[in-house]
């Protein structure tokens, strides 16, 4: 079914108590990584209506991704910036999207995403996070930057939470679970870290 962009505005400032959709769309946002928690940020983000997203990260899609990460079965195979793009504009066809085929590093952060107003790391590995939280703050002082710290394991969905730890820093999760420490990934708790990610995305955007 074919919409227009009117339509699709409409639709979600229908679910707002005041129109949301003009700043939404106006927003720039980054996400390094695109596995668990950053493939259903940027999904929850092009359902809320933003309007540019650029994504980066370097994998391909496997088996294993499958129990957490938006992809699906057919998808195995495929680079994750391309797979992901597609279902993307199959949720938000105004959506614009660069995606980059590209490991994410202290010396390339800035040229990729130097355009966002928001940068959100969506890292596996503990030293990827770090290493971006830490080039961001040094090479893009002036943006805001939301991190995700432990979504491991099957604990307590509430153990989950978001703090701004500045003015410009936000950490979502619960701070302790690390997949390094021999606890599992599940879909539930990921995508929970997820939409709290997305959500302070959300909130940076209409306080703006």
């Known amino acids: 079914m074919a919409i227009t962009e009117a339509e ?8 707002s108590d005041k129109p949301i959709y003009h700043k939404m769309h106006a927003a720039h946002i980054g996400i390094a990584g695109l596995g668990g928690l950053g493939s259903n940020i940027a999904a929850a983000l092009a359902r809320s209506g ?5 994504l980066a990260d ?19 195979g495929r680079k994750k910036t391309e797979a992901l793009t ?26 990729l995403f130097g355009d ?27 943006k805001h930057l939301i991190s995700g710290i432990g979504m491991a394991g099957f604990g307590r969905a509430n153990a ?6 500045t003015d410009k820093l936000t950490i979502c999760g619960d701070e302790t679970t690390d997949v390094a420490d021999g606890v599992g990934l599940t879909a539930s708790r990921v ?8 959500a302070r995305a959300v909130e940076i955007i209409l306080d703006t």
């Not at 994998?59 to 195995?76: F, H, K, M």
């Not at 590995?125 to 040094?138: G, S, W, Y």
């Open 191 to 198: 995508m929970i870290c997820a939409g709290h990610m997305a």
């Open 58 to 76: 370097f994998d391909v899609i496997e088996l294993s991704n499958i129990n957490r990460q938006l992809y699906t079965p057919a998808d195995i």
């Open 116 to 142: 966002c107003g928001i940068i959100i790391e969506a890292f596996d590995k503990p030293d990827q996070k770090a290493m971006l939280v830490n080039a961001v703050m040094e090479r893009l002082p002036g």
């Open 86 to 111: 597609e279902i993307l504009h199959g949720i938000a066809p105004f959506c614009e999207i660069d995606a980059h085929f590209v490991r994410v590093t202290a010396d390339n952060c800035a040229e």
């Open 50 to 54: 933003a309007g540019h997203l650029t």
């Open 160 to 165: 989950i939470r978001t703090r701004r730890v």
């Open 8 to 15: 699709f505005a409409a639709a979600v400032d229908s679910r």
